[in-house]
C-alpha cells in the first residue's frame, strides 16, 4: 500500500528538524578563544585590582603568562538565572556563585590566575563556562593546560627574555610559528595598553577550535582556527613592579 505524500512530508520535516537539533547540540568542532594575560602590563594600567596590589618578583606572574579565561564562541551565559547575569555585567562578582574545585586546581588557580583575588574565576564560568559543557573541575583543568602549553614553549621565552623591552607583533607571530608551526601566529592577536608615553603589552588572544583537552595537540587546535587580525603592532613587555 503507497504511503500518503503527506505523510512522506512530515516525515521528511521530522528528519529535517532532528537533524538541525543534533547539530545544534552537538556541533562539530567547539570555536574557543583563548585568553592569555602579561600580568605586569594588566596590572600597570590597574593598580587599584586586588590582585595587583602586592606583586611579587619572583612570582608566578613576573615571568610566565596569567590565566584570562577560554571562551566558547557561540552563546554566552548558559542556564545562567538572570540575577547572576546582572550581577555579573554591573561587575559583583564577589556575589556569583563560587567555583567548586578540588583542592589541587584550586591552589594551581590562585597561582596562575592571580585575578582569582578579584573573583575572576566567577565571572569567567559564569560568562563562559557554562557554555563549554563541562564542570567546573574539567573546564579549568583544560584552560590550565592550555595555559601551560603557551608558557612551555618560545613565546613565554621572548616575553621572558625581552622584559622591560619592546616586542613587535612579528617577534610574537613568529614565536607562535616556530612553537606551533607554520601559520600559527595568523592565529593570535595582541592587546595593548597606553601607559604615559609608554605601550605596553597586556594580553593574546588565541583562536582554538576542537576538542580541548590534556594530551592533545595544541598546534592542530590553533591551525584549525581561523586567522585574525595582528591587533596593536607591538609594545613593551613589563616587568613586575609598577614604573
Same mark, same amino acid.
Given at each position: 500500500?503507497?504511503?500518503?505524500?503527506?505523510?512522506?512530508?512530515?516525515?521528511?520535516?521530522?528528519?529535517?528538524?532532528?537533524?538541525?537539533?543534533?547539530?545544534? #547540540?552537538?556541533?562539530?568542532?567547539?570555536?574557543?578563544?583563548?585568553?592569555?594575560?602579561?600580568?605586569?602590563?594588566?596590572?600597570?594600567?590597574?593598580?587599584?585590582?586586588?590582585?595587583?596590589?602586592?606583586?611579587?618578583?619572583?612570582?608566578?606572574?613576573?615571568?610566565?603568562?596569567? #590565566?584570562?579565561?577560554?571562551?566558547?564562541?557561540?552563546?554566552?551565559?548558559c542556564?545562567?538565572?538572570?540575577?547572576?547575569?546582572?550581577?555579573?555585567?554591573?561587575?559583583?562578582?564577589?556575589?556569583?556563585?563560587?567555583?567548586?574545585?578540588?583542592?589541587?586546581?584550586?591552589?594551581?588557580?590562585?597561582?596562575?590566575?592571580?585575578?582569582?583575588?578579584?573573583?575572576?574565576?566567577?565571572?569567567?564560568?559564569?560568562?563562559?563556562?557554562?557554555?563549554?559543557?563541562?564542570?567546573?573541575?574539567?573546564?579549568?583543568?583544560?584552560?590550565?593546560?592550555?595555559?601551560?602549553?603557551?608558557?612551555?614553549?618560545?613565546?613565554?621565552?621572548?616575553?621572558?627574555?625581552n622584559?622591560?623591552?619592546?616586542?613587535?607583533?612579528?617577534?610574537?607571530?613568529?614565536?607562535?610559528?616556530?612553537?606551533?608551526?607554520?601559520?600559527?601566529?595568523?592565529?593570535?592577536?595582541?592587546?595593548?595598553?597606553?601607559?604615559?608615553?609608554?605601550?605596553l603589552?597586556t594580553? #593574546?588572544?588565541?583562536?582554538?577550535?576542537?576538542?580541548?583537552k590534556?594530551?592533545?595537540?595544541?598546534?592542530?587546535?590553533?591551525?584549525?582556527?581561523?586567522?585574525?587580525?595582528?591587533?596593536?603592532?607591538?609594545?613593551?613587555?613589563?616587568?613586575?613592579?609598577?614604573?
Amino acid at each position: 500500500m503507497p504511503i500518503p505524500k503527506t505523510t512522506l512530508a512530515i516525515a521528511g520535516l521530522l528528519a529535517i528538524a532532528a537533524a538541525t537539533a543534533w547539530t545544534t #547540540l552537538a556541533p562539530a568542532a567547539q570555536r574557543y578563544v583563548f585568553a592569555a594575560s602579561w600580568q605586569p602590563g594588566f596590572c600597570e594600567t590597574q593598580p587599584d585590582k586586588r590582585e595587583c596590589r602586592n606583586q611579587g618578583r619572583k612570582s608566578f606572574e613576573a615571568t610566565n603568562f596569567t #590565566l584570562h579565561g577560554l571562551w566558547p564562541q557561540q552563546t554566552d551565559y548558559c542556564g545562567v538565572p538572570s540575577s547572576d547575569i546582572n550581577a555579573d555585567k554591573s561587575g559583583r562578582w564577589s556575589s556569583l556563585p563560587s567555583v567548586d574545585l578540588s583542592p589541587a586546581l584550586r591552589t594551581r588557580l590562585d597561582e596562575v590566575m592571580p585575578g582569582t583575588r578579584s573573583s575572576l574565576e566567577r565571572h569567567e564560568w559564569t560568562k563562559h563556562g557554562t557554555c563549554s559543557g563541562q564542570d567546573q573541575e574539567t573546564y579549568y583543568g583544560n584552560a590550565l593546560w592550555v595555559l601551560d602549553e603557551l608558557n612551555q614553549s618560545a613565546v613565554r621565552q621572548l616575553f621572558a627574555s625581552n622584559i622591560g623591552k619592546r616586542v613587535s607583533q612579528d617577534q610574537i607571530r613568529g614565536a607562535f610559528d616556530k612553537a606551533f608551526g607554520p601559520g600559527a601566529g595568523q592565529r593570535v592577536r595582541v592587546s595593548c595598553e597606553r601607559d604615559g608615553n609608554r605601550r605596553l603589552v597586556t594580553e #593574546l588572544t588565541i583562536g582554538l577550535v576542537g576538542t580541548i583537552k590534556p594530551g592533545a595537540s595544541l598546534a592542530e587546535l590553533i591551525a584549525a582556527a581561523s586567522p585574525t587580525d595582528g591587533g596593536c603592532d607591538g609594545g613593551i613587555v613589563d616587568p613586575i613592579g609598577f614604573q
